[in-house]
């Protein structure tokens, strides 16, 4: 590849794996912006029924060595991002991505009956095409408020946190819920972080420790007296 002549370059991204990288360098030649032309075709992604192609237009000005061109492909979420050097252009391909910290969590505890004390996590996305799906294991319940008293769900009715784009570092509320049979596994259970076409990322409940204490069963007897 001649960077320096004068016509268009095309690049096409076959896959959408978000590890793909092409990398075009030249030893001598110095990128000329005033006379190529950068063509990137995205129609390769899964999930882009639309066929975006990405074109960035040689113009003297837009295209300068050290500058980063990038554009959000239409229907996948998928980044496409150009960076331009005096001899290279390297295209970088990055999927929708969650991330989490905080896992394992600390360990859960309650009595049946009572919902057990939180611990937390928290979570953020780049490139999503929607938001993030928390689904707990069964006998416990997420919210993204401290005092669950709202945006509570369960294994049955999970939540959602932001929407599509970028979803910044949220805290997601973790306890057993009251409900929670004494004979459940709580111990090593994940919670799922799913969003369309991004890779499940999963928090870990702790390893030991988690558990249901059986309720205290009170009897009152009343004295009668009979003839």
Same mark, same amino acid.
């Given at each position: @590849?001649?960077?320096?002549?004068?016509? #268009?370059?095309?690049?096409?991204?076959?896959?959408?794996?978000?590890? $793909?990288?092409?990398?075009? +360098?030249?030893?001598?030649?110095?990128? $000329?912006?005033?006379?190529?032309?950068? /063509?990137?075709?995205?129609?390769?992604?899964?999930?882009?029924?639309?066929? =975006?192609?990405?074109?960035?237009?040689?113009?003297?000005?837009?295209?300068?060595?050290?500058? +980063?061109?990038?554009? @959000?492909?239409?229907?996948?979420?998928?980044?496409?991002? /150009?960076?331009?050097?005096?001899?290279?252009?390297? *295209? $970088?391909?990055? !999927?929708?991505?969650?991330?989490?910290? &905080?896992?394992?969590?600390?360990?859960?505890?309650?009595?049946?009956?009572? %919902?057990?004390?939180?611990?937390?996590?928290?979570?953020? &996305?780049?490139? =999503?095409?929607? !938001?993030?799906?928390?689904?707990? %294991?069964?006998? =416990?319940?997420?919210?993204?408020? %401290?005092?669950?008293?709202?945006?509570?769900?369960?294994?049955?009715? %999970?939540?959602?946190? !932001? &929407?599509? &784009?970028? /979803?910044?570092?949220?805290? /997601?509320? *973790?306890?057993?819920?009251?409900?929670?049979? @004494?004979?459940?596994?709580?111990?090593?259970?994940?919670?799922? =972080?799913?969003?369309?076409?991004?890779? #499940?990322?999963? *928090?870990? #409940?702790?390893?030991?420790?988690?558990?249901?204490?059986?309720?205290?069963?009170?009897?009152?007897?009343?004295?009668?007296?009979?003839?």
């Amino acid at each position: @590849v001649v960077l320096n002549a004068t016509g #268009t370059l095309k690049i096409r991204i076959p896959t959408n794996s978000a590890a $793909d990288k092409i990398s075009l +360098t030249s030893a001598s030649a110095t990128f $000329d912006q005033t006379k190529l032309n950068l /063509v990137i075709d995205a129609t390769g992604l899964s999930g882009n029924a639309t066929g =975006l192609t990405i074109v960035q237009t040689a113009n003297g000005s837009g295209i300068n060595p050290g500058n +980063t061109f990038a554009s @959000v492909s239409a229907n996948n979420g998928y980044l496409v991002t /150009v960076h331009y050097a005096a001899n290279s252009i390297t *295209v $970088d391909l990055t !999927g929708p991505t969650i991330n989490a910290t &905080g896992s394992p969590l600390a360990a859960l505890s309650t009595t049946y009956g009572t %919902p057990g004390s939180a611990t937390s996590f928290n979570v953020s &996305g780049v490139n =999503l095409n929607a !938001g993030i799906t928390v689904t707990p %294991p069964p006998g =416990l319940e997420v919210s993204t408020t %401290p005092g669950f008293s709202s945006n509570v769900g369960d294994n049955a009715s %999970p939540i959602l946190v !932001g &929407g599509a &784009g970028t /979803v910044a570092f949220t805290p /997601v509320y *973790v306890r057993l819920k009251a409900t929670a049979p @004494v004979s459940g596994s709580y111990n090593s259970q994940n919670i799922a =972080l799913t969003s369309v076409g991004a890779p #499940t990322v999963n *928090v870990a #409940t702790a390893a030991s420790g988690n558990s249901v204490s059986p309720a205290t069963l009170t009897y009152t007897a009343n004295a009668t007296n009979r003839i």
